[in-house]
């Protein structure tokens, strides 16, 4: 399963960022998904998840509130971050986990990863 991340960049405190993960899998709709996020000097932790049929939806609750993840059929998974803080700042990684019927909060659990997209939040 190849991920391809995109939509990072530089944005002001306060401001809004949207990032998306493609993928050509056609069993797309067969594994959960969810954003990572890494910051230099610190370990990758995590965004937030959702589920095969977007049913369900999970966050860190350092992003509940601001940051919401979706999915469509299109084999795309979104990240709409808003009212972004400086300490967003990282890499985002989109990733994929194969299991069925779980939609994981940790790393280890996901099998596929997309390269990243850095995010920079500041004035």
């Known amino acids: 399963v190849q991920l391809q991340a995109s939509g990072g960049g530089l944005v002001q405190p306060e401001g809004s960022l949207t990032l998306s993960c493609a993928t050509s899998e056609r069993t797309f709709s067969s594994y959960a998904m969810a954003w990572f996020r890494q910051a230099p000097g610190l370990e990758r932790e995590f965004v937030a998840a959702?589920?095969?049929?977007?049913?369900?939806t999970y966050y860190a609750d350092s992003v509940k509130g601001r940051f919401t993840i979706s999915r469509d059929n299109a084999k795309t998974v979104w990240l709409q971050m808003n009212s972004l803080k400086p300490e967003d700042t990282a890499v985002y990684y989109c990733?994929?986990?194969?299991?069925?019927?779980?939609?994981?909060?940790?790393?280890?659990?996901?099998?596929?990863w997309g390269q990243g997209t850095l995010v920079t939040v500041s004035s």
């Open positions: 990733a994929a986990c194969r299991e069925p019927g779980t939609t994981p909060r940790k790393s280890y659990e996901y099998q596929y």
């Open positions: 959702i589920s095969r049929s977007a049913a369900y």
